[in-house]
């Protein structure tokens, strides 16, 4: 299979929400005068906020897709079409600094496992979309997509071990 290049443009839908993203978090931690580990609560919250909104809107094509690669939704129907609804109540969770230490232990096994079932699909060499943004936009799997997944287990991992 020839294998497709990609250009900056194929990920502007997803550098436009890492942007949001980033003032949201940068403009929150300002207000309220704190430091680094708030900007990563923050961070994380809007993330699992906007991301899992984008699946909600069509959340049958989402289900679809992402049981193309995610190792659990692949099995199972049910947690695909659950899976925005968990990123939905992380973001709550994380945005109002609720039960943060069992918030964190969720979003690191969460986060690893879609990270294990993305880096699977990029070993096989497929193309496909990744289902990170719904079917809203049409972002492709690359290791972007790895990257983004390990970076919100590495921030749950960073702040789990500052409890």
């Not at 980033?22 to 403009?27: A, D, E, K, P, V």
């Not at 709550?92 to 690191?108: D, E, H, P, R």
């Not at 060499?125 to 990257?147: D, N, Q």
Request: hydrophobic share 60%.
């Amino acid at each position: 299979m020839i294998k497709e290049k990609y250009t900056i443009k194929d990920f502007y839908p997803l550098i436009g929400l890492f942007v949001i993203i980033l003032l949201l978090s940068t403009g929150a931690t300002l207000h309220n005068n704190m430091g680094g580990m708030f900007f990563m609560q923050m961070f994380m919250g809007w993330f699992f906020i906007l991301f899992g909104v984008l699946k909600v809107i069509n959340i049958k094509a989402f289900a679809e897709s992402y049981a193309m690669y995610d190792i659990i939704a692949a099995r199972s129907r049910v947690y695909a079409f659950v899976y925005p609804f968990i990123e939905l109540t992380l973001g709550v969770l994380f945005l109002f600094g609720t039960a943060l230490f069992y918030t964190n232990i969720v979003t690191l096994v969460v986060m690893l496992i879609g990270a294990l079932g993305v880096y699977l699909q990029l070993r096989k060499g497929e193309t496909i979309m990744c289902a990170c943004l719904g079917t809203v936009f049409k972002v492709p799997m690359t290791w972007v997509t790895l990257f983004e997944d390990l970076l919100m287990a590495g921030m749950a991992l960073i702040m789990l071990l500052n409890f």
